[in-house]
């Protein structure tokens, strides 16, 4: 069983910054790849930024420029730092770990609301 929780959500204005992380009841290390994923009302989940065990990323072009997922290995945590946010920003954040066939393990989400 593998434990994921994700924490830094909240209401922001349009412009500000928020920065998300993710902890893991493992190492991040057991897996290939930790990512950002979101999820708006309507609308399916869709990604937001991969990093790999090699330090590879990756971003959605609707965030790339604005967000950046980054390791902090002493904590075994993974963050990703959002600046610029726009309201079409808005959704749950979800942190899943896996492979490159997919996301094996999700945390329950964290809620970003981007609203003046």
């Known amino acids: 069983q593998v434990q994921l929780v994700e924490s830094g959500g909240g209401l922001v204005q349009p412009g500000g910054s928020l920065r998300l992380s993710c902890a893991a009841s493992?190492?991040?290390?057991?897996?290939?790849?930790v990512g950002w994923y979101r999820q708006a009302p309507g609308k399916q989940r869709e990604l937001v930024a991969h990093?790999?065990?090699?330090?590879?990323?990756n971003y959605a072009d609707a965030v790339k420029g604005r967000f950046t997922i980054s390791r902090d290995n002493a904590k075994n945590t993974v963050s990703l730092q959002m600046n610029s946010l726009k309201p079409e920003d808005t959704a749950v954040y979800y942190c899943?770990?896996?492979?490159?066939?997919?996301?094996?393990?999700w945390g329950k989400g964290t809620l970003v609301t981007v609203s003046s």
């Open positions: 990093i790999t065990r090699g330090g590879y990323t």
């Open positions: 899943g770990v896996g492979g490159s066939g997919g996301m094996d393990y």
């Open positions: 493992g190492s991040f290390f057991s897996f290939s790849i």
